[in-house]
């Protein structure tokens, strides 16, 4: 249905609509790709919010350089065919689009290919320490304020009055609320602000240090970094400035802030993008010692050699390749 109503609205080349492994019913999630961006803008701006048969679309636009292979070719890696996909703050993609990863009938080691052809394997994925779930992440922040000597009893009492209504407000916002999750944005974040009016220049990120610029860390290496035209090159996208911070993409995510995200992990663990040693799933919890949220600010070499254990499966092995105590522990 999806297929036809977009199909009115621009020249399609292709259409993926998911379905369910065991029903092979729709899961009301499609992938249409475009003859030209206009008509991508035009089938979005058509039918973004319509209701059909009683259902809201939703829709937006993802913009695809076509280089993912490339990107998967050009890696310095012995074996190519491997992909592990890395969120940060918890983002990831909860679907993976089908013409990527191909058919999921069996849940052996799938194989897909990219769109220039390229054969990979989702090998695994990392999820790092961020907000997925701000119903219980927001009541603990003034308990956390609190736990850390960083505010005062009172002053705890008096910020966890928000509480009750954030609570609320996030609970209106769910997993796929529009507007309702803006107000809980604007009501919840007021809990954050009060903790800040009375911890000064103190980093959020970091409680035992000071904030160093707007965004409390000096990022100008990694702009500069990824900015280098071999970089960008390597990375295939296109002749555009790296921010750390786009003013530009930052209002256009303040949706998504508050919505409930943790709904979609089990459905990603058992159905997406793992198939490995015939369904089997290996978990790994692990910790960067001396680090805040920021942890490759923090500890550089640390979250690398993390990294580096986790692509070659060994994150419980004692031994480290980098000559510190502790760079890595509880895995």
Known sequence: MEKRVVRVLGVVAKATVLK?????????????????????????????????????????VAADNGRASEFIRKKVYKDKSRCYECGEEGHLSY??????????????????????????????????????DPGIQYAAYADYALDMGIITQSAHDRINKILRLCETAIKLCG????????????????????????????NYYDIRKKCEGSLCYNFSNLEKFLNQKSVRDVLGVRDIDF?????????????????NLEVG???????????????????????????????????????????????????????????????????
């Open 95 to 132: 679907e993976c689009p089908r013409n990527f990863l191909g058919a999921r009938e069996r849940p052996v080691a799938k194989k897909g290919r990219g769109p220039g052809g390229g054969t990979v394997v989702i090998q695994g994925f990392a999820i790092g320490n961020g907000l997925t």
């Open 20 to 60: 369910d492994r065991a029903t092979r019913q729709s899961r009301g999630v499609a992938f249409i790709l475009f003859v030209s961006r206009d008509d991508a803008i035009k089938a979005v701006k058509g039918i973004d919010k319509k209701v059909l048969n009683g259902r809201t679309l939703r829709a937006s």
């Open 175 to 202: 997993t796929y609320g529009t507007i309702s999750c803006m107000a809980a944005y604007l009501v919840c974040n007021t809990i954050f602000s009060a903790i800040l009016a009375r911890v000064g220049d103190m």
């Open 265 to 331: 992990i089990p459905t990603l663990l058992k159905e997406s993008c793992l198939y490995m040693l015939e369904n089997t799933i290996l978990y790994v919890t692990g910790l960067v010692h001396n680090a805040g949220h920021m942890v490759p600010m923090d500890q550089p070499k640390a979250s690398l050699e993390m990294l580096k254990r986790w692509m070659q499966g060994s994150l419980s092995e004692s031994k480290s390749s980098v000559s510190s105590e502790n760079l890595v522990s509880s895995m």
């Open 243 to 259: 921010v750390s911070c786009s003013p530009t993409v930052y209002p256009t995510v303040l949706m998504d802030w508050m919505r």
